[in-house]
């Protein structure tokens, strides 16, 4: 899932956040458990991009005083499908076990749009080795079913000890059950890999902070002249400055890399200089599970005539969510803007961004004769 900042917290004083709470449902001898509704309502008419007038703002106190952060979640998904709340013993809890799982198998995981957790594993990983596919379905982690369960909790129960194995139940689209033992290794992997000499085929997994650098790396070490094929299949997203970043190399001095929409107005943001490989012949190649700050990277390359995409239509996520850390150290996701096409007004949401349509073999006169 797209964020402004990967798994950073945005703090915003008390201040500023109370003065926009709702005073007829908090009265002023409130208990302490209910400061995290009067934040997360302040935020919510502030920032988000969804909620206006007519959400629900007894039905999000309700949920807090159960004291179920799942119910606060589903509460804030009734305006925003992409909005959760994390509560503090759960982000605690959450620490705590990745200290104590410190190694994987080398793969990520996604909900298509079917809620359905797919998987990608890394070239080389113990994921691979074991026999996992490009977008196999998850049903089981060491005979638990992943259904209805957050995918940071299914990460979380892949990962274990160094040297252990996990048992995963997957199956192809249509196929066979299948059950997969993968042993736990520690360490990392790039989000960039050179997957073919010749011609260069260059594949990012996902966009990290680390990302512009290892693709600029890779890219230094093409040959003089030659062009690249950048592979998006199965990147999710991630970290949208990364991708900005990342456009912005094979972008020109003052073209949009970028544009964003919030509640209140709508900005570009645009190549502040020649990006270094903006004029290598380059061609882009998507699916449909590509999606987020991946399409923004397509959408600004397509829209710039710097490449043309090939493929299927892409998974459609054009927003972008905030993270909110609230006093009592619980956070708030929520989105706060929506990613539109450079140069136009119109976004991706929920419908993905098709291919590069075949160029035309005809001559250009032929053409304006019809």
Not at 70 to 88: H, I, N, Q
Not at 145 to 154: E, N, P
Not at 256 to 267: H, P, Q
């Amino acid at each position: 899932m797209l964020t402004r900042r990967s798994f950073l917290s945005l703090m915003l004083p008390a201040a500023a956040l109370l003065s926009a709470a709702w005073p007829e449902a908090c009265p002023g001898n409130m208990p302490a458990s209910f400061l995290p509704v009067r934040e997360m309502t302040g935020i919510i008419r502030q920032k988000s991009f969804f909620a206006d007038d007519a959400w629900d703002a007894a039905l999000l106190q309700e949920a807090s005083l159960q004291g179920s952060a799942a119910g606060v979640t589903d509460c804030l998904r009734r305006f925003d499908r992409y909005a959760s709340y994390t509560s503090t013993p759960d982000l605690a809890r959450m620490k705590s076990l990745m200290a104590d799982h410190p190694a994987g198998v080398g793969m990520d995981i996604f909900e298509d749009r079917q809620k359905r957790v797919r998987c990608v594993p890394y070239p080389g990983s113990a994921a691979e080795s074991a026999g996992i596919l490009y977008g196999d379905i998850l049903k089981g982690v060491d005979g638990q079913a992943v259904r209805d369960k957050a995918l940071g909790d299914i990460a979380l129960a892949i990962r274990g000890e160094s040297g252990t194995v996990v048992v995963l139940a997957v199956h192809g689209e249509g196929g066979p059950m299948r059950t997969v033992v993968a042993e736990r290794t520690p360490g990392s992997f790039p989000t960039v890999i050179r997957t073919r000499i010749s011609p260069p085929v260059l594949r990012i997994y996902r966009f990290a902070r680390q990302t512009p650098q290892e693709l600029a790396s890779c890219l230094e070490d093409l040959p003089d002249g030659e062009g690249c094929i950048i592979d998006l299949r199965g990147n999710t997203g991630g970290n949208m400055e990364a991708g900005v970043e990342c456009a912005r190399l094979f972008l020109r001095k003052g073209e949009t890399a970028l544009r964003l929409k919030s509640r209140s107005s709508t900005r570009d943001v645009t190549a502040t200089r020649n990006g270094k490989w903006a004029g290598l012949p380059l061609s882009l190649v998507q699916d449909r599970f590509t999606a987020s700050a991946a399409e923004l990277f397509i959408a600004a390359l397509t829209s710039a005539g710097r490449a043309r995409s090939h493929g299927s239509q892409s998974a459609g996520k054009s927003c972008v969510q905030n993270l909110f850390t609230l006093s009592d150290g619980s956070v708030l996701k929520l989105t706060t803007e929506k990613m539109l096409y450079p140069g136009r007004d119109d976004d991706w949401e929920g419908v993905g961004i098709p291919p590069s349509p075949p160029e035309d073999p005809r001559p250009q006169g032929a053409i304006h004769a019809q």
